[in-house]
């Protein structure tokens, strides 16, 4: 089974910047950050699918977000620029091990994906 360790959270000032990372210990078809604030569900923030290298990005975090993928080193990455503190939220990295990877409409499903981290904390200050 693919494991996932997320690191790279931390707090900032609103509009500074933190990369997010996550090791993957095997192969997944789709992988994407999910964020859950205090209070509320969890949301998809940004997927890619790992064959094409396509992204995907919620409108809330597009043109600020970046997602990418090292293949050789098999981890995830979640670039975070110019934050605001609605960005304050536990980040998650989950990952699809199944064929085929979730199309376009579920690509932020959360039951799209079958791997999950646990999580790294992002704390964004006014």
């Known amino acids: 089974q693919v494991h996932l360790v997320e690191s790279g959270g931390g707090s900032v000032q609103a509009g500074g910047s933190l990369r997010l990372s996550c090791a993957a210990s095997?192969?997944?078809?789709?992988m994407a950050w999910f964020r859950q604030a205090p209070g509320k569900e969890r949301e998809g923030v940004a997927s890619i699918y790992t064959n094409s290298g396509r992204t995907y990005y919620a409108d809330s975090v597009k043109d600020r977000f970046t997602i990418s993928r090292d293949g050789a080193k098999n981890t995830l990455f979640l670039q975070m620029n110019r934050l605001q503190p609605g960005d304050t939220a536990m980040y998650y990295c989950?990952?699809?091990?199944?064929?085929?990877?979730?199309?376009?409409?579920?690509?932020?499903?959360?039951?799209?994906?079958?791997?999950w981290g646990q999580g790294t904390q992002v704390t964004v200050s006014s």
């Open positions: 989950a990952a699809d091990t199944s064929w085929p990877p979730p199309s376009l409409p579920r690509v932020f499903a959360f039951n799209a994906y079958d791997i």
């Open positions: 095997g192969y997944a078809y789709s």
